[in-house]
């Protein structure tokens, strides 16, 4: 007897092993609770997460003004100024996590565009008066050492060929946007979703049509990964593909309303949704989607995911929730982009004067891991980006060596001319699109 219940012992094991992903993070569970690991108390606008170098760097952006960065999961932060500004949105490069891309507030209710290139250390204008939308701004960097460059508001979309040392106005498409725009593919193609499902285009906003293998839905969120692949949400499913591949859809988690969602960059099969119902996850396509706002102290503005962490900005500060990641299963392939096309002298925007010069700034050690936001950091450098008004107020010209730098001042952009709408075979007139407006971002 007691060697049979050993065998049934072991018998029992063994079959339990295969189910041990569900227990310890795979299949979509969520074994951990999130931890807040920064600033209680201080509502935030958004957060992105990179990796890069052994280390994660987490980039956090206060509503009342300032970015902030930690190296170490939150126990120290460190300024990188702009206290007195607003963040709009902040994205880093595919291929560089230390180029990053930011849109601000201005004084006089524009946004304006900057670029860095070491990490948030120095910050250089590319693109100013860009009038700002209630749907807010959107911003999309391709591949490249002088990458695509797309940034939408509202009806107005412009565009830089060359890292935004020059711009152009783009077209929409015939359809209401209900998502950002992005960059999808080795080639960099523009997609966008629309109240009328997803729509691409393949000469940067010149022409646009309608992805008929795409419901002709409203789209609720749409996100791409480097890798290639790109997932759009409407309120049927959950329609994913590699590059160049087909459509494949799964189901949806129990909710009524997807307001973003976001896939990891080393499997682009695990993905997580904020929701009206909270924050839901999986770590593959097929596996079933479990609920992962345990513990979660605050109300999410914005997810980020780097390595195996999930990264949340609330009401009530940052917090942070372990992952189970599986292993790829294929390698991320190698990207090439396809060169701009060469443009009218006549519709080139002229360039933004360069601001913001480079200043260090002392990191502050917290009390305890999950310390509170403390005061400005004390800077080593001439104040001029830490304390001085919003970059729009003052203008500070960078020596005459820069060859980006232009004294010209930036123009609104104009309207662009109306894009030519292609329609694939076979697909729905806009007559048949699904009626009534898609949610409010």
């Keep these: 007897m007691k060697r049979i219940s050993r065998i049934l012992g072991l018998g029992t094991l063994i079959f339990l092993l295969p189910l041990l992903p569900l227990f310890t993070g795979g299949g979509g569970a969520a074994p951990h609770s999130w931890k807040q690991i920064g600033m209680p108390g201080v509502s935030l606008g958004g957060v992105l997460a990179t990796t890069y170098g052994g280390l994660t760097r987490v980039y956090v952006w206060p509503v009342q003004g300032g970015l902030l960065r ?15 500004a607003h963040v709009l ?9 230390r180029s990053l891309y930011m849109a601000l507030e201005t004084q006089d209710g524009t946004a304006a565009l900057y670029r860095s290139t070491d990490g948030g250390e120095s910050w250089l204008e590319i693109l100013e008066q860009l009038e700002i939308a209630s749907s807010g701004v959107s911003l999309a960097v391709g591949h490249g050492e002088a990458p695509f460059l797309f940034v939408l508001s509202g009806n107005t979309l412009a565009w830089s060929p060359d890292g ?54 409203p789209v609720e969120a749409l996100w791409t990964l480097p890798q290639g692949s790109t997932c759009v949400v409407t309120a049927e499913a959950i329609s994913c593909r590699t590059d160049g591949g087909k459509w494949a859809s799964s189901s949806m988690p129990p909710t009524d ?110 009390e305890t891991p999950t310390t509170s936001f403390v005061g400005r950091p004390t800077r080593t450098a001439t104040p001029v980006a830490a304390t001085s008004p919003p970059p729009a107020a003052t203008k500070t010209t960078q020596p005459t060596s820069a060859p980006e730098a232009s004294p010209t001042p930036m123009r609104k952009i104009t309207p662009p001319p109306t894009a030519t709408q292609t329609r694939p075979t076979g697909s729905p007139s806009p007559s048949t699109a699904t009626p009534g407006p898609p949610p409010v971002r």
């Design 70 to 84: 930690s190296v170490d999961d939150g126990k120290t932060w460190q300024s990188l100024g702009l206290e007195h």
């Design 89 to 97: 949105i902040l994205v880093a490069s595919p291929d560089d996590p």
């Design 164 to 217: 935004g040392k020059a711009w152009l106005a783009a077209s929409l498409p015939d359809a209401r946007p209900t998502t950002g725009i992005m960059l999808a593919g080795k080639k960099d193609t523009l997609i966008l979703g629309t109240d009328r499902g997803l729509w691409e285009s393949n000469d940067q906003g010149k022409s646009w049509a309608a992805d008929a293998e795409v419901p002709r839905a």
């Design 257 to 366: 309303r997807v307001i973003l969602g976001i896939g990891h960059p080393h499997n682009p099969s695990c993905h997580y949704i904020l929701s009206d119902s909270g924050v839901w996850c999986r770590s593959g396509t097929n596996a079933p989607w479990a609920k992962c706002d345990k513990g979660l102290g605050g109300v999410p503005a914005g997810l980020s995911v780097a390595g195996n962490a999930l990264y949340a900005a609330t009401d009530n500060g940052l917090w942070m929730l372990r992952i189970y990641v599986p292993e790829a299963p294929t390698p991320s392939p190698v990207h090439t982009r396809a060169s701009a096309p060469v443009s009218p002298p006549s519709t080139l925007l002229p360039t933004a004067t360069p601001r913001m010069p480079t200043a260090t700034y002392t990191p502050v050690p917290t």
